[in-house]
Every structure is written in structure tokens, then in C-alpha cells.
């Protein structure tokens, strides 16, 4: 029973992401930078203060990562999957927001794909991503420790490990709202 029930929540997270036509998110995205329709994220502040899930990820070479342990600075957390058009649009934005402020923030992409590193490190050579870590949650344990839902999904943590804001679907990085939103976190106290 619990393994059907699992099937589900899993059928209906992949149903979730919405890929706005047949074609394969890489091909989508590459037809252009043009932001797609639909990056309709939404802020949530339910969770606040939550703490950082006490899950494991693992990068292509097998090293893992405490995700609880991350404290001192603020963590942006990001879960994707290559076959998520929305999460596509998104990683070049995350990738030159890491770069940008390196300093002040780490920025966790974790794919969900359950290919681990097969897929993901195919699309990160073909993105040639230059800031993004390559962590990957292939059982997708972490989706679910976040309650399910729609990909992506993308949570600031303060430098306490304790959650600020998620966005749920896709955003528009670039955006002064973006902006702002990440400045809440990173700010230095007067």
C-alpha cells in the first residue's frame, strides 16, 4: 500500500511541472532566451522558519551533503529536472545569480531527475553552467521531505538553516522582485 501511495505522490509531482508543449525542455529553451508564459511562481511564506530537512544529497563523483549542516550563510535551494521546461528556463538565471553573489550566498541546484548523473551531467556540459553545484536527489526524497508538489521549487534559507520564502513554479530570476527577495536573505545587519 505505502509503495502505491508513494507511485502517486510521484505521478502527481510529475504532472505538476508544466511543460507548455511536446517538445523536450533543452530544444524549448534553446529556441531562444525569451522567457516562456508561464513563469507564474508565487512566493510562500507558510514554512517560515522551518529548518533545513535533515536529507542527504550526492554529486556525480558520489561525495554527499548534508543539507541540515548548512549554516553561516544563507542557502538558496533549488530542485529541478532536466525534463521540467520552466526548471530549463531557470538554471542560466541561478547559474549567473551564483556567480554574482558568491559571497553572500550559496546556491544548491538539485536535480530530481532519476537518472542522476547520466542526465545531469549531459545537460550541464551542453548549458556549460559555470557557478551551479551538480547535486542530484535521484530517489527524490527531498521533494517529498518539501511536501510534494509542483516543480520547481526553490526555498531561501537565512544563515540559521532556518526558511524564509519558497517559490513554487517557475520564476523570473532576473526580475527587481528576485532581487529583492534574495536581498532579504543576504542582507547585512546594521
Sequence with gaps: MLSVSLTLAFASM???????????????????????????????????GSPLPKNIVKDPTGTTLDLASLTGKPVLINLWATWCAPCVVEMPQLDAIAGERKGDLRLLTISEDMQGAEKVNAFFEEKKFE??????????????????????????????????????GGFDWTSNAAAKLIDEATAKPS
Design 14 to 48: 510529475l504532472s505538476a511541472c508544466d511543460r507548455q508543449s511536446a517538445e523536450p525542455a533543452q530544444q524549448k529553451e534553446a529556441a531562444g532566451d525569451n522567457l516562456p508564459a508561464k513563469l507564474s511562481g508565487t512566493v510562500d511564506r507558510s514554512h517560515a
Design 131 to 168: 557557478n551551479l553545484p551538480r547535486w542530484m536527489d535521484p530517489e527524490n526524497d527531498l521533494i517529498f521531505a518539501f511536501g510534494g508538489g509542483e516543480l520547481p521549487l526553490t526555498i531561501m534559507y537565512n544563515a540559521q538553516g532556518k526558511e524564509i520564502w519558497r517559490i513554487t
